[in-house]
């Protein structure tokens, strides 16, 4: 049964950081792309960045501010996420993209973290 757990969400003041993990189990880890997706209160599914063994992918406002990799020894994934900003609190999910290719087919999902940013 695959099994994808979140943490590290939390309180942060714009500008700092926090690094988020993903524990996975039920499946070879490193055999998958995975992913990164968040929603905001009031708003839809918006895709964060994506990672398989070659390369990783961001959306253009997160990039050069967000970081993902992977540990595939430890089956977890990571998103640091540096100088956040008022639009970056969400509800933060890894995701199991459905090949090792980026095709952004997702099977399953983590139960999520709570980002929250604010002075």
């Known amino acids: 049964q695959v099994q994808l757990v979140e943490s590290g969400g939390g309180l942060v003041q714009p500008g700092g950081s926090l690094r988020l993990s993903c524990a996975a189990s039920?499946?070879?880890?490193?055999?998958?792309?995975m992913t990164w997706v968040r929603q905001a209160p009031g708003k839809g599914l918006e895709w964060v960045s994506d990672i398989n063994s070659r390369s990783t992918y961001y959306t253009d406002s997160m990039k050069g501010r967000f970081t993902i990799s992977r540990d595939n020894a430890k089956n977890t994934l990571y998103l640091q996420m540096n100088s956040l900003k008022p639009e970056d609190p969400a509800v933060y999910y890894c995701?199991?993209?459905?090949?090792?290719?980026?095709?952004?087919?997702?099977?399953?999902w983590g139960q999520g973290t709570l980002v929250t940013v604010s002075s």
């Open positions: 995701a199991k993209d459905v090949s090792e290719g980026n095709s952004r087919d997702l099977d399953a």
């Open positions: 039920g499946f070879t880890f490193s055999k998958y792309a």
